[in-house]
T-cell receptor, first 111, second 114 residues
């Protein structure tokens, strides 16, 4: 299993860009990098997924360097409603038990 | 209506009781999963099923069993509940194609074992 390391918590202010970095030194060739968001007492929600370089969707961007040993989730212009836990996952769900949710990063957005 | 529903949403039970948590989905997905989450921790996979005839153990299956009654229904049972099974339980689904790791989660069942 690819182990991930991400900061325990981060603070930001409304309107700022937030970057959360995840380390995954032993990522396997077939592994994808996936980020989820979780609000209190709710199930996680898929944000974005990538394999290499850069992926962008309507809510976030994901930057993956060439060696794929780390990745950065970028949230543009955060608001108070972006306060949540963000999980970095590395794996491939084709083999179910290879997808592991770590402790995640608690992002607190302040006004 | 929610695509992934879980019943009950909250349950308090006693040590030694058998309890079943149910999950239903209207997304038409073949793949279903059960996770548990403990305070301050991430989610851990208990069981997963890639189709009606396929059941697989996850990271922490001891003390749990599952039943895939239909494509849309996946139940988790605790045969003899114990206090350290007190947790938040989530069911999830995926379609196994396209975005590989995209799962859709239910609202969760908060289980307390006294």
């Amino acid at each position: 299993l690819a182990k991930t390391t991400q900061p325990i918590s981060m603070d930001s202010y409304e309107g700022q860009e937030v970057n959360i970095t995840c380390s995954h030194n032993n990522i396997a060739t077939n592994d994808y990098i996936t980020w989820y968001q979780q609000f209190p007492s709710q199930g996680p929600r898929f944000i974005i997924q990538g394999y290499k370089t850069k992926v962008t969707n309507e809510v976030a961007s994901l930057f993956i360097p060439a060696d794929r040993k780390s990745s950065t989730l970028s949230l543009p212009r955060v608001s108070l409603s972006d306060t949540a836990v963000y999980y970095c996952l590395v794996g491939l769900m084709e083999y179910g038990n290879k997808l592991v949710f770590g402790a995640g990063t608690i992002l607190r957005v302040k006004s | 209506d929610a695509d992934v529903t879980q019943t009950p949403r909250n349950r308090i039970t006693k040590t030694g009781k058998r309890i079943m948590l149910e999950c239903s989905q209207t997304k038409g997905h073949d793949r279903m999963y059960w996770y548990r989450q403990d305070p301050g921790l991430g989610l851990r996979l208990i069981y997963y099923s890639f189709d009606v005839k396929d059941i697989n153990k996850g990271e922490i299956s001891d003390g749990y069993s599952v039943s895939r009654q239909a494509q849309a229904k996946f139940s988790l049972s605790l045969e003899s509940a114990i206090p350290n099974q007190t947790a938040l339980y989530f069911c999830a689904t995926s379609d196994g194609s396209g975005t590989y790791n995209e799962q859709f989660f239910g609202p969760g069942t908060r289980l307390t074992v006294l």
